[in-house]
């Protein structure tokens, strides 16, 4: 049965719209850079990012299920919040440290539980069938919200002349989202225990028992495993396509009476424009490309190994100086995971009981954060060493092996 674009349908698209329009993405390396920060300090804030997520997604997933997903996505958009806050006015190291916290926060509390309030819906709603379609559809407002945020972001830099600005204009979508949250049915809360202080933990034991079963099924691993094997690297190398733009900006003889800001505010606002509606698409259309195939594992797996040859090849191009080359393997990096992520999700879900749905999935965004927790400082310290092109060749290379751990059977 195809689904039906209802009023919480287009709640999930708005979501994931308001969501992506974080205006600091397509700056952030440009102004830790800005800031004197080395490639080590910027791949250790996005460890201390990830890590923060880590420590927090078990119990976030946990917490979810036990006492409301709308209480905990409403946490998630405060730490958010102040996080952005933090930033617009932070200039030092150890200043971002404690932003990213907040933001890590917001992260682990966010991520996997709204996830599974999707999922949920489709199971009330009796459309589970149609779980890859229908995420995909969400997911391609998350990238167009992306693809929007790109033009904004580059307006807001060319006006202000700054990237501080883009973290107090994050603010607003974010609030938006926080009061829409407060609008999901009642339903998607989950299935919430009413207990006293005596019974809270045994409430929490009985959620460990049941991911305990449920990660006992060979596929679920397998599934997670290819899953967060490309997302963690991807986290941790997309954001090296901005500097590279920025080196093409200074050096095309385009508006020079820019400041070098805003000349690269140009070419970063159009290029991430497109690769955004680039992978909407690619995000609407993983439903059909999945059809293609008699299962999951010959999508997933060809995904994976593409991902990371396309890491390393423009890695070459980057050591090679081929800017304009290796800005297209960069394309087709983030094109892969938002073609990938909606069967991957699809499968997962059809392997985990939906009682324990956010907690599994969080432990599914908490293997893809570890991941990007240890890339992100090395890919760092080798583009200090020698450059960001070596740092992308030594990490798709070795992101190849294991690869052939999980890939998924047929």
Not at 131 to 143: D, E, L, P
Not at 261 to 277: D, E, N, P, T, Y
Not at 335 to 340: M, Q
Request: glycine share 6%.
């Amino acid at each position: 049965m195809a689904f039906e674009k209802d009023h919480q349908y287009f709640k999930f698209c708005s979501y994931g719209f308001l969501k992506n329009l974080r205006f600091f993405d397509p700056f952030l390396f440009l102004f830790f850079l800005a800031k004197g920060l080395s490639y080590l300090e910027i791949g250790t804030l996005i460890a201390i990012r990830e890590v923060m997520v880590y420590v927090m997604e078990i119990p976030a997933g946990i917490i979810a299920d036990a006492f409301g997903r709308r209480r905990v996505m409403i946490y998630a958009f405060i730490a958010y919040i102040v996080s952005f806050s933090i930033f617009y006015f932070a200039s030092d190291y150890w200043i971002f440290i404690i932003s990213f916290l907040f933001y890590g926060f917001g992260d682990a509390f966010r991520q996997g539980t709204h996830k599974s309030m999707i999922i949920d819906y489709l199971r009330i709603k009796g459309w589970k069938d149609q779980k890859t379609a229908y995420y995909g559809h969400t997911r391609s407002w998350s990238q167009i919200g992306s693809a929007v945020s790109s033009l904004v972001a580059a307006i807001i830099v060319i006006v202000t002349g700054d990237y501080q600005s883009v973290f107090l204009f994050s603010t607003i979508p974010y609030f938006l989202n926080l009061l829409m949250i407060t609008t999901y049915p009642k339903e998607l809360d989950g299935a919430i225990v009413q207990h006293s202080g005596k019974d809270l933990w045994a409430n929490f034991k009985q959620v460990f028992t049941d991911l305990k079963v449920t990660f006992k099924k060979q596929e679920v691993f397998k599934t997670i495993g290819n899953l967060s094997l490309y997302t963690g690297f991807y986290k941790s190398v997309k954001d090296y396509l901005q500097p590279m733009l920025e080196t093409i900006a200074v050096s095309m003889p385009f508006f020079l009476m820019l400041q070098e800001k805003q000349r690269s505010a140009i070419l970063v606002g159009i290029v991430f424009f497109v690769i955004h509606l680039t992978t909407a698409f690619a995000s609407r259309s993983s439903g059909r490309f999945a059809k293609r195939f008699r299962s999951v594992a010959a999508p997933m797996n060809i995904t994976l190994f593409s991902g990371f040859l396309f890491g390393l090849i423009a890695g070459i191009f980057y050591s090679q100086n081929w800017f304009i080359a290796a800005g297209a393997m960069f394309v087709a990096i983030y094109t892969i995971e938002n073609l990938r992520k909606p069967i991957g999700i699809s499968h997962l879900t059809d392997n985990i009981d939906h009682t324990v749905l956010s907690s599994s999935l969080s432990f599914q965004s908490l293997a893809e954060t570890l991941l990007a927790a240890a890339i992100a400082p090395l890919i760092g310290w080798i583009a200090d060493e020698w450059n960001i092109g070596y740092g992308l060749i030594a990490v798709s290379a070795f992101m190849l092996v294991p690869a052939f751990l999980v890939r998924i059977r047929k």
